[in-house]
């Protein structure tokens, strides 16, 4: 009922694999690019197998985490937009191969830290009735990628679930890839706003903070799904259930004798878990942390987004 | 290439038949409520050849005017929207026929007099979801039909035709009945935000403020579609011409011998169009007249169909 | 640091005086209207020391509480703005001594649950502009009270203090009452969005979402100040640290020989306070717990306030 | 009742100096930059009665006009937002001289026309109340001027005149410099969204798009006003009866003897004059004229106009 929620790989990998050593199936890189302050960390999870230790499906999850994406400098902002398309170049192949792309913007526009995607699609250059009236003459020859892009709404706005609007969209426009940008739910506070995940496994069952109930994917819809996310909230009941953790913990670092026996620790912790739901609120559920200050940083991050999708479809040329 | 243009069936028949008189295959059927100062009136266009001399398709046109629609007065607004429930009554059949309707608020959100549309949406009852999961026992037992609802939006934002998106979602969702809403373009000034237009035939080429190019109809999308419209706007192309014909019938009013000659005014009138399309300027064709308050006029108008179609699908309780 | 905070007076009420019985200074007056599921407390700070105690200043606390207020019901939001509108009337003298209120609609527009005051002025009925040019006529001679009304923002926005804009405009329009409308601070989950709470105390320092550090009083603008305010949040670290405490709750009634010892259960309570903000991040502070509803709960509410204050002035008659 | 109007100094100058040579007390300057496809003119006001025969307040008109300013183009913008800090640099002093600047984002954000103000200030580098509890040590000791901003919204808002709010904030804040920024009314179709006007003169009666009554100058404010404006309609009377005008211009054009007799022209031009009048409707007054892409025009000169400022007041570096 109240499950300790992270729509972050690169969390879900430390917690398991800190315990117990890298599992088999799962490979994790990392880069670190001193000058711009970005550090990218890949997590590869090679098997279903894999895949289940982790509670995320088989594929690639690339992480950029940049401790300075929330400062207000035009400059740094612009290298981490190349960054991203970089990044997407990993998971999309040639331009050649890709003709016409969708971007959906999922989220709730009207609530702040769930209008990441609405945002992102309202500064994307969207060029495909462009391309069909015109062709590539309208970019003066340039190798741009045909975009067109939608914002679906949540199910409490359409009646739909964005899955039903999606598949239907893509029934007619029959792009060749789908770019999802969706809001995430990290389990830790100092994630927030400061990391990007990218990956190739499309939106699961339980993602995101509108819980679309079906899943995003290439099954799902017949066409490569990328999601390009960024955490802007912690579920309360997971910031609860770990304070507590954190707590007991600072308790029993206080207290010598409780730490000797750790086979009583193990037990204890079972019983905390079973204590702690019983004090959380059943309305708990529908209740998540976020920042006083997000409208101000989904506005930043959504423009990096949208630039670093721009550069990658051709329409705004790198520096 | 400057055509006169309104979306009113009720502006062209007056035009036509003002001149010529009731054609074969129209017929004009009025109604006063005078307590409620509601006007309505009823074009039936019931041959294809009737439609051509209208330029409208064949169909039900009812045309309900208010001249204090938009004035702040909420139990009127109550009055007009409990009469377009009654007037959609007349194009939708009974509701046990009725299972599903999708609403789409046709439009461009940013530009406010185009704004009516996707505002509508905003305030409508969604139900679908919830009937979905909980049945009629979430409304206690009432008869509500399932609504669901989109505002797709206009090509320059997603790159899609507004009837790509539509046909995609409907061929998801089967719904049995479309109701668009629109802002449409009339000819006249003084009917601004004083006219809802309900009609049977769909939405046609070169209608609404966006210039759908291809039309929502039953043929082309399946479903039978209802569309609800205000005109908000007038062509600035048409409020030059109808200026220049007006101000030269001035003349010839003032000028008694120009009157004289019935068939050289003819003449001249041919060629004052000519005149008045040499000095109307290439830009005008993407320019429109509106009120500098539209924005408090969309917002009530909205409200008042938003409400109108509430209790058309039995999830407002008309007093 | 991180003081477990709310900005209700029925909150800290239950909290002190649960503990120490009512004191001196503060009285407490309950009604219930059953038929309308309402339920209306009145906390009265008398003297200056009981203020103290609660952490409030001295003055008159009504809270309205209607458990169904976010549910969608037309006809019982009606009930409550008029309901409302009678409290305002408590705090409010007679008309005739009124001639012009100001609005305040506080806090960020753009973070949706600090977006109630905002709303909330987007509905009222400003009058001001009309009686000054028409007088009484323009309202058919009915005795409305002159309305002006402003969003001042925050200062991430604005770069000025709430009080410093709401001071020079109140020095230019001389108003004989400023109305505010905030989103407040709870401590109890439950209380989201089922409560409001007028006051005639002013907006103090700490109040409110965005931390407005100058007081909004009387004293400090020259004008009596109602407050009507709703809660939309909770502080992230004052769950966290109620969670703990009834964690330890539970751990000490499983645990029967830990309540024996009064004496050292209070020493443990001090000693897990300290423990508690060793482990809560410092960005804690910044952020907040609120509901994924939390758009349509503040577009509901903020009607329902609204209206309340149209009907308080003259402008929309109670039915 | 119906006059001819233009914000724009430069189509006042075209107009009267067209037909009668440059008067004594008016001076024009032109600079054309090629490579960046700017044209600069400057139109000195200096005797108030060549500013009578304006119709425009004494003072120094900028007018910068860039064809390609509507085009999608990240480099071209860039270089507009540094033309125009250098413009505003003519007209504003030395920064040691300059301690505090208030921006007023004048008009009704609500229609897309009107809301050019409102945009700019919503991506201006806010930092008074940063350098107020850091000093400049927050710029990295860089020399930024001081910056507030407001949106006072418009009459049918507020209830208040745009100049009440605007003491009121000015009295509390005391900045050195207001810079206003407003939505224009041109005569020509072909000037809207291509010229930006920058002005010391302030904004007088009946200009902008809100007919602000009174006057917001140096005179009525107590501080230096700076107005940057872009044209975004023109009024619908303006366009009618300039276009009556071309119309009957073409006639005698057509007609070789009504042009012989020029005293008789100009007695018929009167004529026309009061015959359109006539068939004006009364509405027309309330109506304007604009473009149907206006909301994707608005937001990108907002964003030009923003930088424009940062750059100038040195919270944004010049390339």
Do not use: W
């Not at 230790?53 to 950029?64: A, M, Q, R, V």
């Not at 609405?118 to 970019?139: M, S, W």
């Not at 507590?244 to 207290?255: C, K, P, Q, V, W």
């Not at 019983?278 to 976020?290: A, G, R």
């Amino acid at each position: 009922m109240f499950d300790v929620r992270t729509d972050l790989a690169v969390e879900e990998t430390e917690r398991v694999c800190g315990q117990q050593g890298l599992s088999h199936g799962i490979s994790v890189h990392e880069e670190e690019y001193e000058n711009e302050c970005i550090k990218v960390t890949t997590v590869c999870i090679e098997t279903e197998n894999a895949g289940k230790s982790l509670g995320k499906p088989k594929g690639t999850y690339i992480t950029l985490e940049a401790p300075r994406m929330a400062e207000e400098a035009a400059d740094y902002h612009r290298e981490i937009s190349e960054k991203i398309a970089e990044l997407l170049h990993r998971l999309i192949p040639e331009k050649k191969e890709v003709q016409t792309v969708l971007a959906a913007g999922l989220g709730n526009r009207s609530v702040t830290p769930d209008a990441l995607g609405p945002q992102v699609v309202d500064n994307l250059c969207i060029t495909r009735h462009i391309l069909k009236e015109y062709g590539n003459l309208a970019f003066e020859g340039g190798d741009v990628t045909s975009l067109c892009a939608v914002a679906p709404g949540v199910m409490a706005q359409t009646g739909m679930e964005t899955r039903e609007i999606l598949a239907g969209v893509i029934r007619q426009v029959k792009p060749d890839y789908l770019i999802a940008i969706d809001s995430l739910v990290a389990r830790s506070l100092k994630r927030l706003c400061r990391t990007i995940q990218i990956t190739d496994t499309g939106v699961c069952p339980g993602s995101g903070i509108g819980n679309y109930r079906h899943s995003l994917t290439e099954k799902s819809l017949g066409v490569p799904v990328i999601v390009i996310g960024i955490p802007t909230v912690v579920e309360a009941a997971t910031i609860i259930q770990d304070s507590i953790g954190d707590f007991l913990h600072e308790i029993s670092a206080d207290n010598a004798t409780a730490e000797r026996d750790g086979s009583g620790k193990k037990l204890e912790e079972i019983q905390h878990l079973e204590l702690t739901r019983k004090i959380l609120p059943p309305q708990l559920n529908q209740m998540f942390v976020t920042s006083k200050d997000i409208d101000a940083q989904i506005k930043q991050m959504s423009y990096m987004i949208s630039e670093g999708i721009n550069i990658t479809l051709g329409s705004l040329t790198a520096v």
